[in-house]
């Protein structure tokens, strides 16, 4: 049974930082494509990072240069830092996990990021 179970999330400052968390279990990350999505209020969930199982990864571009996606696979845990955030970074957080052996997606249950200006 595949679970996802994001921390880190809170509230922030404009400017400053939080490392959000993803523990994964009844997976290996490390053979799978990991992910962060976000979901502000009103608004769809979209693609904030990803990093496929040979270690590229992928930003959305409102967040290049400033988030950094990683992941320990001793721990199974997938990671997002997040630097210079602004309101606009103001959403619940999803960790995913892409199974493409059989086509399917895992999502934790979010973490809420509320950056305040």
């Known amino acids: 049974q595949v679970q996802l179970v994001e921390s880190g999330g809170g509230l922030v400052q404009a400017g400053g930082s939080l490392r959000l968390s993803c523990a994964a279990s009844g997976i290996i990350p490390s053979t799978n494509t990991m992910g962060w999505y976000r979901q502000a209020p009103g608004k769809q969930r979209e693609l904030v990072a990803t990093?496929?199982?040979?270690?590229?990864?992928n930003y959305a571009s409102s967040v290049k240069g400033r988030f950094t996606i990683s992941r320990d696979n001793v721990k199974k845990m997938v990671y997002l830092q997040m630097n210079s955030l602004n309101p606009e970074d103001t959403a619940v957080y999803y960790c995913n996990a892409y199974l493409g052996i059989i086509l399917r997606n895992y999502w934790g249950k979010g973490a809420l990021v509320t950056v305040s200006s």
């Open positions: 990093q496929a199982s040979g270690g590229s990864t």
